[in-house]
């Protein structure tokens, strides 16, 4: 925020007119995140107007709001809260004690994820297994577990000493909207300590069920990410945010698949993350300020986004419904017995791998001229392409989800070891 503020508000500055970038893929949650945060933080605008003033001016009408995601909604949230309490910002080193899951189904992976290498690269850095999930038969046992961390309020006191209060998206009655019957109450514990070395943390899931030819069917893919700093209060209380706290959220309120709202069938109800901080002889804390007009901002470099291997097998890969190759990730992962555990959910829900999504994201943006004049929008429809991961003869796995659930019909000589039918004669 200040490096764009420096640029475009430099009052030495010999040109006018000066502009700011801002792009991402579709140039509309990130992109509009970044453009909120700016005006907010900057230019003193509320988190709503600016909210409203951005799908104003980057959306179709009837194509929604938009910076829609809930993390990113939740991060623009944060930036009002920073800019409104001395822009004071304390980065410490996270423990994940617990996550605390309502109503779990069959075959569902949970993973804990932070940012590493100054932001540019996500990890994984911990994978639950079945001998550290632990069975709930009593609610008291959830509560009892929880006491020992309380609950992420965000509550404070504002320059005038009154209680203010700006809850995460929370809720102690979980609402269920699919036609599976909920699954039971478990709680993961971590067998050796799970340490993010920042305050952003991402609980990711993924719900897989068996396939054949030693394939999965991911049925479900969820994340949500939270920034213990603001759900410990650090804005409301000068810096001093909360050493643990639990941050609670809904299955229909976490994130999906590459920015939307698609998450595939229900995985849970509800969680519940107990985390806390590493004490300053462990963990030293880093006080961080606004750099005033005219300061040097510190610049870091772009990330190498080319660098996929050095992420984690889990977040390089795109993470997206349909088949896939089992890795060793999942071995020791409990997985539902049949694609006949999904209850009635059709296949071709999850049939293929390619979605819609990323032009789905482009339909509603508007495009503009050098004179702010409106310019339809008319991207090229990428070439649909089926997983890049291939069986023996070639085939895509996506093609052969498409096989599976009828929705495409495949000769004979496309199939492993199969001959062309018009070699093949009719048994006797």
Not at 160 to 188: C, M, R, W, Y
Not at 298 to 314: C, F, G, K, L, V
Not at 353 to 366: H, I, M, N, R, Y
């Amino acid at each position: 925020m200040a490096s764009m503020r420096n640029w475009l508000k430099d009052p030495d500055a010999k040109d006018e007119g000066r502009v700011v970038v801002v792009h991402c893929k579709a140039g509309k949650g990130r992109s509009g995140t970044v453009a909120c945060s700016y005006l907010i933080s900057e230019d003193g605008w509320t988190m709503e107007d600016a909210l409203a003033r951005f799908t104003q001016r980057r959306m179709r009408t009837g194509f929604g709001a938009g910076v829609s995601i809930p993390s990113q909604i939740r991060w623009v949230g944060y930036v009002d809260r920073w800019s409104k309490h001395g822009k004071l910002y304390v980065e410490r080193q996270v423990e994940i004690v617990e996550v605390h899951v309502w109503g779990l189904r069959d075959g569902v992976k949970v993973a804990v994820e932070g940012f590493v290498d100054k932001g540019r690269i996500i990890k994984t850095f911990h994978i639950f297994n079945k001998h550290e999930r632990l069975l709930v038969v009593d609610e008291q046992e959830h509560q009892d577990s929880l006491l020992a961390h309380p609950p992420s309020t965000n509550e404070g006191k504002d320059s005038q000493g009154n209680l203010t209060s700006t809850t995460a998206t929370t809720s102690s009655t979980p609402t269920h909207k699919g036609s599976e019957v909920g699954g039971p109450d478990v709680i993961f514990r971590p067998a050796s300590r799970i340490v993010l070395p920042s305050n952003d943390i991402n609980i990711d899931f993924e719900r897989r069920n068996r396939a054949t030819y030693g394939l999965t069917m991911v049925t479900s893919v969820a994340h949500v990410w939270f920034n213990a700093f603001f759900e410990g209060a650090g804005p409301e209380n000068s810096g001093e945010a909360a050493s643990s706290g639990v941050f609670e959220i809904e299955w229909d309120a976490m994130d999906g698949i590459r920015g939307s709202s698609k998450k595939g069938t229900r995985a849970f109800d509800r969680i519940a993350v107990a985390w806390k901080t590493l004490d300053n002889h462990e963990g030293p804390q880093t006080i961080i300020t606004e750099p005033q007009i005219g300061e040097p901002v510190p610049e870091s470099t772009a990330a190498d986004w080319q660098r996929a291997n050095a992420m984690s097998p889990t977040t390089a890969s795109g993470k997206d419904l349909g088949l896939r190759a089992e890795g060793p990730g999942s071995a020791s992962m409990s997985k539902a017995s049949s694609m006949g555990s999904l209850r009635g959910e059709p296949l071709s829900s999850f049939a293929s791998q390619d979605s819609d999504d990323d032009e789905a994201g482009f339909a509603g943006v508007k495009a503009h001229g050098i004179h702010q004049d409106s310019l339809p929008l008319d991207f090229a429809k990428e070439e649909r392409r089926s997983s890049p991961e291939v069986t023996g003869n070639g085939v895509g796995l996506g093609a052969i989800a498409d096989i599976i659930g009828g929705m495409r019909h495949v000769r004979t000589n496309n199939l492993p070891d199969g001959k062309p039918e018009e070699e093949m004669k009719t048994a006797k």
